[in-house]
């Protein structure tokens, strides 16, 4: 009887030692799983120092408007990943071409998700130097601007 309780202690004893199996389902830092990687935040808005980053969907071409994409986010103070806010006030893209002092047609701006919106409506009169000037307006004031500066 002796024998056989010894060999269950023991075998509490290494059982109790194991790693728990929970722990495998969470991902760690050094597995690069752990979440999106910091963002750089190269576009900013004036203001509230929001980050930016935009994509085309549809690129334009001469008969055809073209959409873009664009998030807006603020860097984590933990670990600087971005995450995703709203914008306050009227969001809108401005087609500027800074050389000729004009714009183009108005882009339509609609949001998707947090953080996520969609510039339709996107043309360009004339190749050359342009600004997108993504904006947040209250009202007919301007609050807050980003600027991203392409050549076409």
């Known amino acids: 009887m002796i ?7 023991i075998f509490l004893s290494a059982a109790a030692c194991a790693e ?20 750089d935040c190269s576009i900013q808005f004036r203001t509230s120092q929001a980050c930016l980053t935009w994509t085309w969907e549809q690129r334009p071409t001469e008969d055809e408007p073209g959409s873009l994409v664009f998030k807006v986010y603020r860097l984590n103070v933990f670990d600087q990943t971005p995450v995703a806010f709203d914008l306050e006030g ?7 071409m800074p050389s000729m002092g004009h714009g183009s047609t108005p882009a339509r701006v609609q ?30 004031t301007l609050t807050d601007e980003a600027v991203v500066s392409l050549s076409i």
Do not use: C, I
């Open 90 to 96: 009227k969001v809108g893209l401005v087609l500027w």
């Open 111 to 140: 949001r998707l998700d947090t953080g996520t919106y969609r510039a339709a409506n996107v043309h360009f009169v004339m190749p050359g130097d342009w600004e997108f000037r993504f904006q947040v307006k209250d009202g007919n």
């Open 20 to 39: 728990p199996r929970y722990t495998d389902s969470v991902p760690s830092a050094a597995d690069g799983q752990s979440g999106a990687a910091a963002a």
């Open 3 to 9: 024998p056989r309780l010894a060999a269950l202690l």
